[in-house]
């Protein structure tokens, strides 16, 4: 990986698991700043447990986890996201019963600034106008596109130094799919580093800067993702393509 930017999140040894099942195996990565950097693998590979890890809702059996120079790793999920670094799960979560704008103002409960919450706020409005126009609906009751984006758009609400996204495509059409990906792109030249978990390997290697591949809780290999995109077997080899 290139050396030109600052490596802003990096994992170390990194392991963990659920009870006597090892999820992940000694994970070393590395996310520089103003990057899209992707992790690629096919299921059960370990990629959610990954970003589930490195948030604070799976705890780190072994390695380590920093972010900007501090170790994270024992933080509890709550702190980690007052750092910057903040989560948007596979599934959206979106909370029935809220408005959209509800589920919105859950993004910034690490924001004690009245002016810096209307102002991200409008922020993501900006970025999502169906948002502002269905504000007052109960959120669990938008399309799977507009849920997607009223996830991404709770994140922002913290004001993320890096966004960990996790699947953000599944289960939407083709056209919404590009749609999101070019969320995703905005969003990384406006300034937001990301860590992209995505089912869509060659869309998201289209869009990052750098991508590894995990395989059985292992990252098996590693590469400027444009090198990754273009080598063929790997593809077929580790991504299921």
Do not use: C, W
Request: net charge positive; no cysteine; aromatic share 4%.
């Amino acid at each position: 990986m290139t050396a030109s930017a600052n490596v802003v999140l990096k994992l170390s040894g990194l392991e963990a698991g659920y009870g006597r099942i090892r999820a992940l195996e000694g994970i070393d990565l590395e996310v520089r700043e103003g990057q899209i950097v992707t992790l690629l693998g096919a299921n059960g590979a370990g990629k959610s447990t990954t970003l589930k890890t490195i948030s604070g809702l799976v705890r780190a059996s072994a390695g380590n986890v920093e972010f900007m120079g501090e170790d994270i790793t024992r933080k509890n999920a709550h702190d980690i996201a007052r750092t910057g670094l903040v989560h948007v799960p596979e599934g959206r979560h979106v909370l029935r019963g809220l408005s959209v704008r509800e589920n919105l103002e859950l993004g910034a409960f690490t924001v004690k600034d009245p002016a810096l919450r209307k102002k991200r706020m409008r922020e993501v409005f900006d970025l999502f106008p169906i948002l502002e126009k269905r504000q007052n609906g109960d959120g669990s009751l938008l399309s799977g596109g507009e849920q997607q984006m009223l996830a991404i758009g709770r994140a922002l609400m913290h004001g993320p130094r890096v966004l960990l996204l996790d699947e953000p495509s599944m289960g939407l059409a083709p056209k919404l799919v590009l749609e999101t990906m070019g969320i995703v792109k905005r969003l990384n030249e406006a300034g937001t580093t990301i860590l992209l978990v995505e089912q869509n390997a060659r869309l998201a290697l289209k869009l990052a800067h750098y991508g590894y591949v995990l395989e059985s809780g292992k990252i098996r290999m590693q590469d400027d993702a444009s090198r990754l995109r273009e080598d063929k077997s790997i593809v077929q080899a580790y991504l299921g393509e």
